[in-house]
């Protein structure tokens, strides 16, 4: 299972970025597709989550502000960015469950988003 993260970049406060995943490779189903966050110094964090059938999760601090979607005839999940904060600024991972075979969490390459004030 291989996912590919993009989308990432420079924006200033205030502005919008669009962060896109795709998942390829051979596996039978994907519950969770989701969204973490590292930023320097810091631990991973959950940004949003966004499980087969079920509403979306999302971290209190980007609640209102980002908004997570799912594609699942491509197997990708979105994560639309507004109202950019500073402290957004992060690697942003993409996270998938696998139901069945292989069964598992898979992580993506990471990809920078970086808000200047």
């Known amino acids: 299972v291989q996912l590919q993260a993009s989308g990432g970049g420079m924006v200033q406060a205030g502005g919008s970025l669009r962060l896109s995943c795709a998942a390829s490779g051979t596996f039978f189903s994907i519950n969770v597709m989701g969204w973490y966050r590292q930023a320097p110094g810091k631990q991973r964090e959950l940004v949003a989550k966004?499980?087969?059938?079920?509403?979306?999760n999302y971290a209190d601090s980007v609640k209102g502000r980002f908004t997570i979607s799912r594609d699942n005839a491509k197997n990708t999940v979105y994560l639309q960015m507004n109202s950019l904060k500073p402290e957004d600024t992060a690697v942003y991972y993409c996270?998938?469950?696998?139901?069945?075979?292989?069964?598992?969490?898979?992580w993506g390459q990471g990809t920078l988003v970086t808000v200047s004030s």
């Open positions: 996270n998938a469950v696998i139901l069945g075979y292989p069964k598992g969490g898979y």
């Open positions: 966004a499980p087969s059938g079920s509403s979306p």
